[in-house]
């Protein structure tokens, strides 16, 4: 069997508020393969975000991880490293944020400082996690230093392609467009080659042609220097473009996972055969509304009981008050399936099932 880089067990997400306890990220399990593409793809809300903050102990208060693993195998180490045991506060966490999982947030005007040239930017996380990891040092065969890191700083931008970079690198985010200001922000993630990049919405408020050109330049990053990708959105294009395996959720929970031919060929939960539906299609003859999934996403604290899809599931049956457990599918004769599993949880699959997992 092959070494996950990221194993995900039953992480479990929590929001104290004055009405009650919210349930941001509920029971989520999912791995990530070194060099793969894992994408996690469903509605605002369902929780998307705040799984990938949790890998990094970047929850905003009052949130916090309450119960589940997130186990990381570091090159350096015997054992895996139980990422949600470890204080979001601590220089552990410090070293490994950013130096071994970096992290492009969806809106680059926000993340980046207004006040700071983004050379600046760029060679500050250069100096702070090189200084502190000799092995880095020591890959790259230089010295850490002032000087060092601008020609660093200006070699990162030259990599994500952005032009006249001995120019751009004295200016302000505010000089630079939206995708420039993207190309930096892969820049900053990328400059000390991580082992796992979370990218959360990276092509978010970008034209057509600048989302391509992105999307391109991760993949080129990725083979270069062989780190995982984890792809939070809710672009299903992207998705089919750019991942290896997809996990799909609903109202803070995983509802459905398998490889990228699986979920797009084969969908068995409801809801992601009408996240499928809901794309339109290119050289259709006849203009015709495109199906929608009816209803809202619930609220968080008043979530309905059983199944959290069954008021919208056009579907659902009264078993479906009840939660189903995970059901796994035998795909294994499927010759577009990559590993033969193919997980879901509804009781639709409940005769199809093979295998149940917890």
């Known amino acids: 069997m092959i070494q996950p880089l990221l194993e995900v067990s039953n992480l479990k997400t929590v929001f104290p508020t004055d009405g009650g306890v919210v349930n941001a990220v509920n029971d989520v399990s999912f791995s990530i393969e070194r060099g793969k593409t894992v994408g996690i793809v469903g509605e605002s809300g369902c ?59 969806q809106e680059p005007m926000t993340s980046l400082n207004p006040v700071y040239t983004v050379g600046d930017q760029i060679a500050e996380a250069i100096v702070l996690h090189q200084e502190s990891d000799r092995s880095t040092l020591t890959r790259f065969g230089l010295q850490t230093t002032p000087k060092w890191a601008r020609e660093r700083a200006i070699e990162m931008l030259v990599r994500v392609g952005i032009p006249a970079p001995e120019q751009r690198i004295d200016e302000y985010p505010h000089q630079l467009s939206g995708g420039m ?88 939960h409801p809801y992601t055969q009408g996240l499928l539906n809901s794309i339109p299609t290119l050289g259709s003859s006849q203009q015709k509304t495109l199906p929608s999934i009816p209803g809202t996403v619930p609220h968080p604290l008043a979530l309905p009981i059983g199944c959290s899809f069954q008021p919208r599931c056009a579907e659902r049956m009264s078993i479906c008050e009840q939660m189903p457990e995970f059901s796994t599918i035998d795909t294994s004769k499927n010759i577009t399936d990559r590993n033969g599993k193919h997980v879901v949880r509804c009781w639709l699959c409940e005769e199809k099932t093979d295998v149940k997992t917890a």
Do not use: W
Request: proline letters at 5%; one cysteine or more.
């Open 47 to 105: 929780g998307k975000s705040i799984t990938g903050l949790s890998l990094l102990q970047l929850v905003p208060n009052p949130g916090k991880i309450e119960a589940g693993e997130i186990l990381f195998y570091r090159d350096d180490a015997d054992e895996p490293l139980d990422i949600a045991q470890v204080s979001p506060r601590s220089e552990l966490m410090r070293q490994i944020r950013g130096n071994e999982i970096a992290i492009i947030f």
């Open 181 to 268: 200001r993207q190309r930096v922000m892969i820049a900053i993630a990328l400059c000390c080659a991580p082992a796992l990049l979370i990218a959360d919405e990276p092509t978010t408020a970008l034209d057509v042609t600048i989302q391509a050109q992105v999307l391109t330049l991760m993949q080129e990053l990725q083979a270069e220097i062989g780190m995982a990708i984890m792809l939070i959105t809710h672009d299903l294009g992207v998705i089919a473009d750019m991942a290896d395996e997809v996990v799909v959720m609903y109202a803070g929970r995983v509802v459905e996972k398998g490889s990228v031919d699986d979920i797009f060929y084969n969908p068995l």
